[in-house]
């Protein structure tokens, strides 16, 4: 008999246990539950195939083309699986608990081993997520204008043994115009959702948990509605540098990056730059001025940030003087404001 166990039980006991998804490769790529390992029953075509068969002829017909499908293939798909368990105990899910985990465990139970299923499948684990989403959380939102070093900010509150979460890190991308540039392809939508819902599950709901402002579409993924309800009502430290600092980090960030992906970059922008400041800072990172593009680049998001900030009229702003203080240090202050002291 294969024991099923709910997603909190599987969360107790995750880095002790195997987790195999059996769901197709497709359904693994677009979102999964980290430390799952993919071993499909049905491959994204064998799926389709069995599924119009569902549809136009029913259950029984399509059961037995699944058969016919994987029936080649079990002893391979097993000894996969058996050279990942490696020992360990396994845990096995599809997309909502239902025939292909329990085919799979039936599997492992009838080769001697003592599989568990996930009650719910992956629809349980999505289903936690999105009521995590709305959980209370202490929120504290570290804010202020573009290049005043927020991101090295928040790693050092997170040295400091603050409770952390990096969304941009999460999201493989820096926010803004430029924000891709240098970094990893974006996850889907679904496994950026499931990244975030494996940080705030970790944390402790009672603490302060700094997050970093901003727009609720990062790139192409999105915040999900509950945490951004959180973040837009939070209190906003608003660190606070002079525009020569807030070029100089960005030239740090953004300095070496190619004439033709700046460019592309500053294209985007081009609208509210307006054609004039735009044909400028082109022709400056075509000549290598890479400064004085980013110069008229600063004063765009600088006009963009006093608007968003303006229209949060109901949130608490604490001003944060960190002129030519290091990331270090402005992180402690950070930590003493929000504590009183």
């Not at 936690?128 to 790693?155: C, D, M, P, R």
């Not at 727009?215 to 192409?220: A, E, P, V, W, Y």
């Not at 070496?256 to 054609?275: E, H, Q, T, V």
Request: glycine share 8%.
């Amino acid at each position: 008999m294969v024991n099923s166990i709910s997603i909190e039980e599987y969360f107790a006991m995750e880095h002790d246990v195997c987790l195999i998804d059996v769901r197709s490769e497709g359904e693994f790529n677009a979102g999964r539950i980290p430390l799952a390992t993919n071993i499909p029953i049905l491959t994204n075509e064998e799926r389709k195939i069995v599924g119009t068969i569902y549809k136009h002829n029913g259950s029984q017909t399509a059961v037995l083309k699944g058969l016919e499908l994987t029936g080649p293939h079990l002893s391979e798909r097993l000894k996969i699986a058996l050279k990942i368990v490696a020992g360990r105990n396994i845990v096995v899910h599809c997309w909502r608990g239902g025939m292909r985990s329990e085919f799979f465990a039936f599997l492992f139970h009838y080769y001697g081993l003592k599989p568990m299923m996930i009650k719910g499948g992956y629809k349980a684990y999505r289903t936690k997520a999105h009521e995590t989403f709305s959980t209370s959380f202490n929120i504290q939102v570290l804010s202020g204008k573009t290049g005043a070093a927020k991101t090295y900010i928040l790693n050092e509150l997170e040295q400091l043994g603050e409770q952390v979460i990096d969304i941009e890190k999460l999201a493989h991308h820096r926010g803004s115009t430029f924000g891709a540039l240098g970094m990893k392809v974006q996850n889907s939508q679904e496994q950026f959702e499931n990244e975030l819902f494996e940080c705030l599950r970790m944390l402790d709901p009672t603490r302060p948990v700094w997050v970093e402002d901003e727009s609720r579409n990062i790139g192409s993924n999105v915040i999900p509605e509950g945490f951004w309800k959180q973040m837009r009502a939070a209190d906003r430290y608003v660190v606070e540098k002079d525009f020569e600092e807030r070029l100089a980090i960005i030239m740090k960030d953004y300095g070496d990056f190619s004439k033709d992906d700046l460019a592309n970059s500053m294209n985007k922008i081009g609208k509210r730059l307006g054609p004039q400041h735009l044909k400028a800072a082109i022709e400056f990172l075509t000549a290598g001025e890479i400064e004085q593009a980013f110069k008229l680049a600063l004063v765009y998001y600088d006009k963009a940030y006093s608007f968003q900030i303006e229209k949060l009229v109901n949130v608490r702003k604490v001003q944060v003087d960190a002129h030519k203080m290091s990331h270090s240090d402005t992180a402690k202050k950070l930590v003493e404001i929000a504590n009183g002291r």
